[in-house]
Nanobody, 127 residues
Framework: QVQLVESGGDSVQAGGSLRLSCAAS????????MGWFRRAPGKEREEVAR????????KYTDSVQGRFTISRDNAKPTVYLQMNSLKPEDTAMYYC????????????????????WGQGTQVTVTW
């Protein structure tokens, strides 16, 4: 059974940094498409970033481009989200997600829907 466990959420001041981690288990991590999403109070869930694990190809939503970095360690296996220059509007519950089943092309990863979800970790950014 696939299990995704997030950690690293915290309360920080604007301009600060956090690194979120997502430990994956229950399936082979190679040839996977992994992502980070967030849901702010009163808003719909938003995709933040996704990564194709074999080659590390990435995709970001415009609002975090240049501030956030998604990465992976296939040996652990874990996906990270490094968040720099945090803003109050980044406040949200952050979720790790995985596309169900192996993915054999980056283009497939970047258009796929996510099927597996973690429980989330809270990030709060204040002035």
């Amino acid at each position: 059974q696939v299990q995704l466990v997030e950690s690293g959420g915290d309360s920080v001041q604007a301009g600060g940094s956090l690194r979120l981690s997502c430990a994956a288990s229950g399936y082979i991590f190679s040839y996977r498409c992994m992502g980070w999403f967030r849901r702010a109070p009163g808003k719909e869930r938003e995709e933040v970033a996704r990564i194709y694990t074999p080659f590390g190809a990435t995709k970001y939503t415009d609002s975090v481009q240049g501030r956030f970095t998604i990465s992976r360690d296939n040996a652990k296996p874990t996906v990270y989200l490094q968040m720099n220059s945090l803003k109050p509007e980044d406040t949200a519950m952050y979720y790790c997600a995985a596309v169900g089943g192996p993915v054999y092309a980056g283009s497939q990863c970047f258009s796929a829907n996510f099927a597996e979800w973690g429980q989330g970790t809270q990030v709060t950014v204040t002035w």
